[in-house]
Nanobody, 121 residues
Framework: QVQLVESGGGLVQAGGSLRLSCAASGRTFSSYAMGWFRQAPGKERDFIAAISWNGGSTDYADYVRGRFNISRDNAENTVYLQMNSLDPEETAVYYC??????????????WGQGTQVTVSS
């Protein structure tokens, strides 16, 4: 079973950028699709982006497309989320997960513990 550890969260001003990392254990990371999600206090967990096993295909939620970029380095067993032009409404805990596919309608599992992102106005 893959174990995931997110990092890179923190406090950033509105309009700023952050890059999140998700480090995976296990030898089969390169065979999995991966996804990023976020959950704000009192709200449901929302899909952000997903990437195929080789990084060749991606999917984004409309509200981050053009501002966020998902990528992966299979040699480092890591998936990244570059976030630009952040808005205070995007303050949330950000999670990565393993996916059965690389689109929002697929199932995701093996969630990490999350990393807090706080965007100040």
């Amino acid at each position: 079973q893959v174990q995931l550890v997110e990092s890179g969260g923190g406090l950033v001003q509105a309009g700023g950028s952050l890059r999140l990392s998700c480090a995976a254990s296990g030898r089969t990371f390169s065979s999995y699709a991966m996804g990023w999600f976020r959950q704000a206090p009192g709200k449901e967990r929302d899909f952000i982006a997903a990437i195929s096993w080789n990084g060749g295909s991606t999917d984004y939620a409309d509200y981050v497309r053009g501002r966020f970029n998902i990528s992966r380095d299979n040699a480092e067993n890591t998936v990244y989320l570059q976030m630009n032009s952040l808005d205070p409404e995007e303050t949330a805990v950000y999670y990565c997960a393993v996916g059965t596919g690389w689109s929002a309608d697929r199932d995701f599992y093996s969630w990490g513990q999350g990393t807090q992102v706080t965007v100040s106005s």
